[in-house]
């Protein structure tokens, strides 16, 4: 099959997003929580209409392989990265399916 280059939807191009978004995160101070905005204010995740879904996917891999912790804070979706070291302990639990939602940008 030829490799396409029409975006990171393709299963090659999300996982190196996925690769790309982890290791921007790790660069933040140890402690650092993400909500969604946060996250696509990192500039990794392309901008355009697919950009919510992208960003679902990644947090949703990332998360399913240990490297976020999924938390709620005063109502909000939050992540926590998680050290690759420290990733297979969380790595047991059964795969979670986050959700985005459209933040009030006001």
């Not at 950009?51 to 709620?72: H, P, R």
């Not at 804070?73 to 979670?96: C, E, L, N, T």
């Amino acid at each position: 099959m030829a490799s396409s280059s029409s975006g990171p939807g393709i299963n090659g191009s999300l996982i190196e997003l996925t690769n790309t978004l982890y290791a921007r995160c790790a660069q933040q101070p140890p402690g650092t929580q993400f909500d969604q905005r946060a996250l696509l204010a990192l500039n990794v995740v392309p901008k355009g209409k697919d950009q919510d879904q992208l960003l679902f996917e990644c947090m949703q891999k990332l998360t399913n392989e240990g490297l976020f912790k999924l938390l709620t804070k005063d109502g909000r979706v939050i992540w926590r990265i998680v050290r690759q070291s420290d990733a297979a302990k969380y790595r047991h639990f059964k795969p979670v399916t986050a959700f985005l939602y459209k933040p009030d940008l006001r």
